[in-house]
């Protein structure tokens, strides 16, 4: 049967209760860190299609803030050029762009500066006026973790933060990574409850707002098949990997401070060891899935000595080389990063779930920038025949392939026989393709979670509790990695899988990366 968008109607399990389409009150958006990559790639495209796809109230407007100096004018010219890049739809609606475009402002200053904040209010107070936004606003940290807590502190001195009884509405959305290790998460959750209401909050990881990250859930629990052999008895290994052809662009001050495990295995990929490895939940409301999807951050193992950590963790860090054919600068070379930095760029690890599921079986992470290609995928190894009737390596294990991005789908790789007169197994693989099925571009996951802000619907956001227990993991590598007694990262060439030593580490346990 064709796709029919009415099949929608089912509830988004991350989502319940969302069928229809709720319309957001008016809002002003304040984009903290506009003049970033953030708000520039992602942010901005993504609040022009929720205009495009009609998702945004009449009254609306955006006011940009950050260090650069840009007038309301330059700010505007500016984000056309990012939309026309970057946008999901294109070309460019004139009419829509006209209207989205009459509601940007900008602020200019420093966040350190008291005087940022009454500039902003006053900016405010005009949008307001000018675009009936009646003072409901939501605050975007899209900036360097280390702002966020001045940010809270500044917004609520300057009076900028309502309590929730207040008709106009405050919210604070917080960029990940959410602080720096556990005692800084603990410290921005303290601070957060001591300027905001848990219900004002939003701690944003945009994996979580990705179709193929949700439709773990719906893979895992919405068939019967695959549940029986998830598990010790069946699978022999679980690799993930998010990879980029992407270096760190423009973002040297922020990387130099993040580095690859902040910013993408304390969140993203640690999002992707939950929803692979959770038990199913009692039912399909928000809190039933985060309470297993912390059951499972508990249950990970964290190295707890140094010894530990050199054992399972690989650091890389990229220099010049080749991505796709263009040359590209080291990461040393790139701007903002300080010549012999240690910040690494490319990280691979194993893990292991101490759980009645998964004990025994390693969980091997990647992630790193300026890879030869953009994939993230979790690939679910099963066990290996116990015997062949075939001959000795003529069939290979099966695979299942979780495509999250690019090229979207899901792969099972099996053994086939090979026409003709004699039993020659060969392996192929059974495709399922987004593109191919459901035809449409899926929205951008920044659009769905900022409607979802601006509805003020929590549920596909990170909880108090389980971004302090992912910092616990990520928090004990970190110790080890920046003690100074951890070798500075492996180099790796620009477009290359990363260093040696990432293969050493599968290698050791006579197993490989994918191929990709
Ligand atoms: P950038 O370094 O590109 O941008 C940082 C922004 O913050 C700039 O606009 C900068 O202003 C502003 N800023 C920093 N410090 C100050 C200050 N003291 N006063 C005023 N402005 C300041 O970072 P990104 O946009 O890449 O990342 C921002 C956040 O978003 C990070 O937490 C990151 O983890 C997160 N994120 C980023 C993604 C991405 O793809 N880039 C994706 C997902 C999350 P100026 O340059 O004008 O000085
Ligand atoms: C962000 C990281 O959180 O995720 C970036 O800060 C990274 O460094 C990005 O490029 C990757 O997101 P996506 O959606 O392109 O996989």
Wanted: aromatic share 10%; with cysteine; hydrophobic share 40%.
């Amino acid at each position: 049967m064709p796709y029919r968008p009415e099949d929608d109607e089912i509830p988004n399990p991350l989502r319940p209760g969302l069928r229809a389409e709720s319309a957001p009150e008016p809002c002003a958006v304040v984009v903290f860190g506009a003049s970033g990559d953030l708000a520039h790639r992602k942010l901005i495209p993504a609040l022009y299609n929720l205009a495009v796809g009609a998702h945004l109230p009449a009254a609306f407007g955006v006011v940009g803030v950050a260090k650069s100096e840009y007038s309301d004018d330059q700010f505007r010219a500016d984000m056309r050029e990012a939309v026309g890049k970057f946008s999901r739809t294109k070309p460019i609606d004139e009419d829509i762009w006209a209207d989205f475009a009459a509601g940007l402002r900008y602020s200019p200053g420093s966040f350190d500066d008291p005087q940022t904040f009454v500039r902003l209010k006053g900016k405010l107070e005009e949008l307001d006026r000018a675009r009936a936004t009646r003072g409901n606003r939501l605050f975007y940290f899209a900036t360097p973790p280390s702002t966020f807590p001045t940010l809270l502190t500044q917004l609520k001195s300057a009076g900028l933060i309502n309590p929730p009884s207040d008709p106009a509405f405050t919210r604070v959305v917080i960029e990940k990574p959410f602080g720096r290790d556990l005692a800084s998460a603990r410290a921005l959750n303290r601070l957060v409850l001591e300027t905001c209401d848990e219900r004002q909050v939003f701690r944003i990881d945009h994996y979580l707002g990705k179709e193929t990250v949700q439709n773990l859930l719906v893979f895992r629990f919405g068939n019967s098949i695959f549940e029986p052999i998830w598990n010790r008895k069946y699978v022999d290994h679980v690799e993930i990997t998010a990879g980029e052809e992407l270096g760190i662009e423009s973002r040297g001050r922020y990387y130099e401070e993040a580095g690859i495990l902040r910013d993408m295995i304390q969140n993203h990929v640690l999002q992707l060891v939950c929803l692979t490895a959770m038990e199913p939940p009692v039912a399909f409301d928000a809190d039933a899935v985060r309470d297993e999807k912390i059951k499972v951050l508990r249950a990970i193992e964290t190295f707890d000595t140094p010894e530990e950590v050199m054992r399972n963790v690989v650091l890389g860090q990229y220099t010049a080389g080749s991505v796709a054919g263009t040359d590209v600068p080291g990461y040393q070379e790139e701007k903002d990063v300080a010549k012999g930095s240690r910040t690494p760029t490319f990280v691979a690890l194993k893990l292991n779930i101490h759980s009645w599921r998964w004990d025994g079986v390693p969980f091997y992470l990647r992630s790193g920038k300026r890879l030869p290609k953009r994939a993230t995928e979790v690939a679910i190894h099963f066990s290996p025949l116990p015997h062949s009737l075939f001959g000795d390596g003529r069939t290979q294990p099966n695979v299942l392939v979780i495509r999250v991005q690019p090229e979207e789908g899901i792969a099972l790789r099996f053994s086939a026989k090979v026409p003709g007169e004699r039993y020659r197994p060969r392996t192929v693989s059974m495709d399922f393709r987004y593109g191919t099925t459901f035809g449409s571009a899926s929205p951008e996951a920044y659009e769905r979670l900022l409607l979802d802000a601006l509805r003020g619907d929590q549920t596909l956001f990170t909880r108090k509790d389980e971004v302090e227990a992912a910092w616990k993991i990520v928090g004990n590598i970190l110790k080890v990695t920046e003690s100074g007694e951890f070798p500075p990262p492996y180099s790796y060439e620009a477009g290359t899988w990363g260093p040696q030593a990432a293969d050493q580490l599968m290698a050791q346990d006579g197993r490989a990366w994918r191929r990709l």
